[in-house]
């Protein structure tokens, strides 16, 4: 077992709700969920919930070293393990509903990429609505939001509802492949083109 599996199984037994899986995301998952992430230019990619960094690497070989890589984890050991591995990545501690407010403090109006490993089915639904409300206030319009989902919890009352929560909005939201490899089996959301509420 690695140090980053170890970590992670210690984690979810001290915090199951809030870890929300017993196994890091493999690298064929990492690879479908962080494929929006752009080869050129300076991208501004927000990751949130990164727990030991299993998209955090592949983000970082899509960068190459451009753009700014934003993490953003709530528990403390995940964000210290990752400022640790990861020192080209600008690792915060603070909750995935500040992503706004982390963004403008750092210059930026818009994230061009948001990658999410929340345990969205763990969530409830004031939860889910309010961390959705933030992503796509600080998505930029031609930016893509990607998140997964276990395969065997699609069934699940809190998955279906986080399910119609992103067709609310996204104007466009694609179902990739189910990456049976993964432990367990799951699949990627490409959401494109935030819906956001009128200007009162």
């Known amino acids: 077992m690695t140090y980053e599996t170890a970590t992670f199984l210690a984690q979810f037994v001290r915090h199951p709700f ?3 899986a017993v196994w890091p995301s493999g690298p064929a998952l990492a690879r479908d969920i962080t494929a929006p992430v752009p080869r050129t230019g300076h991208p501004v990619v ?3 919930g990164p727990g030991t960094g299993a998209f955090t690497r592949t983000v970082q070989q899509r960068l190459a070293g451009r753009g ?3 993490a953003v984890e709530l528990n403390r050991v995940f964000a ?3 400022a640790r591995r990861h020192p080209g990545v600008d690792v915060v501690d603070a909750d995935a509903g500040s992503i706004g407010a982390l963004l ?3 210059g930026h109006r818009y994230a061009d990429v948001v990658i999410s490993g929340l345990p969205w089915a763990a969530f409830g639904p004031a939860r889910q609505r309010a961390i959705l409300s933030a992503v796509t206030g600080a998505l930029d319009p031609s930016g893509v939001f990607t998140t997964f989902a276990y395969r065997h919890a699609l069934v699940l009352p809190a998955a279906r509802r986080f399910r119609r929560l992103l067709a609310t ?3 466009e939201v694609t179902v990739g492949r189910t990456v049976w490899s993964n ?3 799951a699949l990627v959301y490409h ?3 935030p819906v956001r509420p009128a200007a009162a």
């Open 18 to 20: 809030t870890v929300g």
């Open 46 to 48: 927000v990751e949130l």
């Open 68 to 70: 700014h890589h934003l």
């Open 80 to 82: 210290a393990h990752l």
């Open 104 to 106: 403008d403090v750092r």
């Open 169 to 171: 909005n996204f104007e």
């Open 183 to 185: 432990v367990p089996p």
């Open 191 to 193: 959401c494109r083109r």
